[in-house]
Structure formats: C-alpha cells, structure tokens
C-alpha cells in the first residue's frame, strides 16, 4: 500500500481514539457530577432534619412549659374558688400557646421520621387534654400524660438527631 493510504488510516484511526476518549472523559466527569450533586442534595436534606429537630426540641420545650403555666393558672384560680368551667387563661398565654401549637403544626410536618413524628403529635395531645380539660383531676390526668410522653420524646428526639450528624 501507499504511503498516502497508511497516512489517512493512521489519522482516522488516531481521530477514533481521540473521539472515544472524549466521550469516555465525558462520561466520567457527567457521572462524578451526578454523584457530587446526590452527595449535596443528601447532605442539604440531613442538614434541614438536623435544624428542623433541633427548632422541634425548642419548641416542645416552650411549647411545655406554657402548658405547665397554664395548669398551674387553672389549678391556682379552681383552689382560689372559681369554677373549673369559667377560668380563662390570661390573653398573653393563651397567645402564646396559640402561637406554639402553630409552630409545632409547621415542625411535625417537617419531620421526615415517622415514628418521632407520632410521638410528637401524642405530646401534643397530652399537652391540649392538660389545658383544654372540663375538671381539675382531668388535668391533673393530662399534664401527667404530657410528662410521660416528653419522657419517652426526648431520647427519642436526641437519638434522631445524632443519627443526622
């Protein structure tokens, strides 16, 4: 054969190699980033669960603590000799509870885990039996329901959260 011939060979073959290892590269690199962006994704997820608990903790908390004024209020002003049925909380309070149970409504749904997640709205419940009761006794029942379910929320809430570090 030509030289000529040997030449053109040489070059097309030297363009297939070129092309094929472009498109190998690119493949590499378009996969590398693919998985980078799952990694930051997973990562931007993990940190949104770990600030949605930790606002969560904070907000049990408040949100416990004015149901715990709010008990007391209720205890003091029945044993002070008003009727169960007509004591009403002062506004700031009553506010201020409005204002958690919202706070709490946005959090629980936030809350990727299922379980934690019910365990939240159960202490929710125990903390509406407690200050929405009819009788000083049911709200004795419901603020000691409240403790217990914060007793078994807790651990589970900081066990959650150290899962996301």
């Known amino acids: 054969m030509d030289s000529a011939v040997w030449g053109l060979i ?21 996969r590398l980033q693919r998985r980078a962006n799952e990694l930051e994704r997973a990562e931007r997820s993990r940190g949104f669960q770990r ?13 416990g603590r004015l149901a715990t004024r709010a008990h007391m209020h209720d205890v003091s002003a029945f044993r002070l000799g008003q009727n169960w049925a007509e004591i009403r909380l002062p506004d700031d309070l009553d506010e201020a509870i409005r204002l958690g149970n919202k706070k709490l409504s946005i959090l ?7 379980e934690c997640r019910q365990r939240v709205v159960m202490f929710r419940l125990a903390m509406s039996r407690c200050t929405g009761a009819q009788s000083e006794a049911e709200s004795n029942e419901g603020f000691v329901e409240m403790s217990s379910q914060w007793e078994q929320l807790s651990p589970n809430l900081g066990q959650l959260l150290r899962a996301y570090y």
Do not use: W
């Open 51 to 63: 600030e949605t608990i930790l606002q969560l903790q904070d907000a049990l908390l408040d949100s």
């Open 108 to 114: 629980i749904e936030r809350l990727n885990d299922d």
């Open 10 to 30: 040489g070059t097309v073959v030297g363009a297939m190699a070129s092309i094929c290892t472009t498109a190998l590269t690119q493949y590499n690199a378009t």
